[in-house]
């Protein structure tokens, strides 16, 4: 290398440290992908998201892709097979993340979800309290919803009714909205819902209340949260939790991204939160 190189070799190397000293810790990570269990439609997963996204870009200063998966379980494995790096889970389905990977970090939750509920709708005058489902037909939710499924199961065998023997028909509509419309359209007698989709869905028009109505609501319990893969860098993990918890209701543009997650703010969480939400699923036969 000729004398006239060499000092600009030197200044381009102290150059290069000097700029990855201010880069991220977490610069590694080019692209945090983020995806949803799909307990909407994917067009309405899609539009809660990307406002949320454009802010944890802005936030993290790395590329955030959001990745929808067709079905509750496809969010699982590919939290656990490392394919992404955040998903907005369920408590039961952050507890099979939890078996399933064994350090899966429960990082933030929305202030509602520590007293979250189901609530109970139909369209049959003859249904007012659980007693009147006997014989009824019945949809719930997915098979790995806590809010469509596992807790209201769980209460409902602790009101000493058992859905597999004492209704007619069990059906599975995959999503929250879609047992609302199944209700509706009289495929089923009654089923059970987020109450969070249910009061959106009366808000927005999306339901003729004259015809589905609440006759229940069950007993609170923890339920969603945001949780990444366990392996995922450390800084990162905490930046995520600091941009979540950043985000101000007072702040307009901070309040519209909370209004579309229907959260009043995010608050911290830790996996005990779902220890309850385990044990129901063991006492309701869906973990053995």
């Given amino acids: 290398m000729s004398t006239f190189r060499r000092p600009l070799a030197i200044l381009a190397g102290v150059c290069m440290t000097l700029a990855a000293s201010f880069l991220p810790a977490h610069a590694e990570t080019k692209v945090l992908r983020v995806s949803a269990i799909p307990d909407e439609a994917p067009t309405e997963l899609l539009r809660k998201f990307e406002p949320l996204g454009a802010y944890l870009e802005q936030e993290l200063g790395i590329e955030v892709a959001f990745q929808p998966v067709s079905d509750y379980a496809g969010v699982v494995e590919a939290l656990g097979a490392g394919r992404l790096d ?151 993990v905490q930046d995520i939790k600091a941009a979540f918890l950043k985000l101000d209701p007072a702040n307009p543009e901070h309040k519209a991204i909370l209004d579309l997650q229907r959260a009043s703010r995010f608050v911290e969480t830790s996996a005990e939160n779902y220890e309850g939400i385990e044990e129901a699923a063991r006492s309701a036969g869906l973990l053995q």
Avoid: C
């Avoid at 869905?201 to 069950?218: C, F």
């Fill in 86 to 236: 955040m998903a907005w889970l369920g408590g039961f389905t952050f507890v099979q993340a939890r078996l399933r990977t064994g350090d899966a970090i429960p990082v933030v939750q929305r202030e509602e979800d520590e007293v979250f509920t189901s609530t109970f709708i139909t369209a049959d005058p003859e249904i007012n309290e659980h007693k009147d489902l006997l014989g009824k037909s019945f949809a719930f939710g997915s098979v790995s919803s806590t809010s469509g499924h596992l807790m209201p199961r769980y209460f409902l065998l602790q009101d000493g009714i058992n859905p597999d023997d004492d209704f007619s028909r069990v059906g599975f509509s995959g999503a929250h909205d879609a047992t609302v419309a199944w209700v509706e359209a009289g495929r089923v007698d009654a089923g059970v819902l987020n109450t969070s989709v249910w009061d959106k869905l009366v808000e927005e028009n999306k339901v003729d209340t004259a015809k589905v109505r609440v006759y229940g609501t069950t007993p609170t319990y923890f339920d969603y949260n945001w949780t990444v893969r366990g392996d995922l860098d450390a800084q990162l």
